[in-house]
């Protein structure tokens, strides 16, 4: 499963790109002002996934999935596509966190 998205590293410069659903892991590219960028984490160390909906933590206004690491890292992910995909993202991550995606 693949999504097209915004998403950041802490509260750093957010990056337009693609986050995909691999088997034991999800993967995160994009550019942001010509510069690319590639965060790939493991389901087993993901520590929560919330909604976050605050100004402080939306990407362009939208309401960002935030993944918190178990090392106490937060990434943070706005979709660009339709209504309901980010409650199926944070869904997904809470399912996958303990039970990896089948091949």
Do not use: F, N
Not at 66 to 82: N, P, R, S, Y
């Amino acid at each position: 499963m693949t999504y097209a998205v915004l998403w950041r590293t802490g509260r750093g410069t957010a990056h337009a790109g693609r986050l995909a659903l691999l088997e034991e892991a999800l993967v995160h590219d994009g550019t942001s002002g010509g510069v690319t960028a590639r965060c790939e984490l493991g389901y087993d160390q993901i520590a929560a996934v919330d909604v976050g909906r605050s100004a402080a933590e939306r990407i362009g206004g939208r309401p960002v999935a935030v993944i918190k690491t178990v090392d106490g890292a937060t990434i943070e992910v706005a979709m660009l596509g339709g209504a309901g995909l980010l409650t199926e993202l944070v869904e997904r991550l809470d399912g996958v966190r303990t039970s990896p995606l089948p091949g």
